[in-house]
């Protein structure tokens, strides 16, 4: 596919009519990317990522990324180890940075223009975050990658993916999982767990049901964001979820009459 670019050379899309979003927020945990291994990065499973990513980014959709940190080191572990939880969490936000780099290489490497923006500033790698300069790096056609969460401790990266969706306009907040979607019990422990098609803001925090955490899901229900929970690791599940399958479960507010 060819992709047009504007006079500065940038690639430029344009989203198709078909499809019901013109630009999403990606959230992804650390541990997907340490696969089998349980820790760091396993080349073969973000390999698989970036080709789901890529192949909506074909489409002409506008994509902003939220990655954890958990595969390298994760803030609440701190208090365990006998560090501090802000310092803890400091580690976490540095580890997400890693990840970043590393997912902004595949995608590069696979001709997808992309820019790694920190909530910690670290210049020599990443540019400091700026709204402003989010949104015209997504206007481009370039896969904005959001490291360091919002660069204050106890804060999760749910709540920063819930944050930059919010700042970028996004129309939805994808959050892929190793699951096909909410359940009301642990599925892994009880086979008799009943997965969710659609769920509402409130009932995810009343009944405690693992979307993302309280925070996140407050931010998203007072400004009527709407959260998709979906396996990510299915070939193709991204690309079929944004061009308007039912896949996974959606978290949202009441429908509006």
């Known amino acids: 596919m060819t992709i047009p670019r504007d006079q500065e050379g940038n690639q430029h899309t344009t989203a198709a009519q078909t499809t019901p979003y013109r630009r999403i927020l990606l959230k992804l945990s650390g541990e997907i990317l340490a696969g089998e291994r349980g820790l760091g990065i396993d080349p073969s499973v973000i390999g698989r990522l970036a080709d789901e990513v890529v192949s909506v980014h074909s489409m002409g959709i506008e994509i902003g ?85 919002i660069g204050n401790p106890y804060f999760t990266t749910d ?16 959050k892929g999982t190793k699951v096909d979607g909410v359940y009301d019990r642990d599925p892994k422990k009880d086979p008799t767990a009943v997965r969710y098609e659609e769920v509402s803001f409130m009932e995810a ?20 964001l709407p959260i998709i929970v979906f ?21 949202r507010g009441p429908k509006k009459e």
């Open 65 to 149: 990324l939220v990655i954890g940190g958990g595969n390298i080191f994760r803030g609440v572990q701190a208090g365990a180890q006998g560090l501090d939880r802000a310092s803890g969490d400091y580690m976490g936000m540095l580890a997400t940075s890693i990840n970043a780099l590393a997912i902004q290489d595949i995608l590069e490497q696979r001709g997808v223009p992309t820019r790694v923006l920190s909530a910690i500033e670290m210049k020599e790698i990443a540019e400091p975050y700026i709204r402003r300069r989010a949104l015209r790096h997504l206007e481009k056609g370039r896969v904005v990658i959001f490291a360091c969460g």
């Open 231 to 251: 396996d990510v690791g299915a070939e193709g599940n991204l690309k079929r979820l944004v061009s308007g399958e039912q896949i996974g479960t959606i978290v």
């Open 205 to 224: 925090l009343q009944q405690g049901l693992k979307v993302m955490d309280a925070a996140a899901i407050s931010l998203c229900m007072d400004n009527d």
């Open 159 to 174: 709540t920063a993916a819930s944050l930059r969706a919010l700042e970028i306009n996004a129309q939805v907040l994808l």
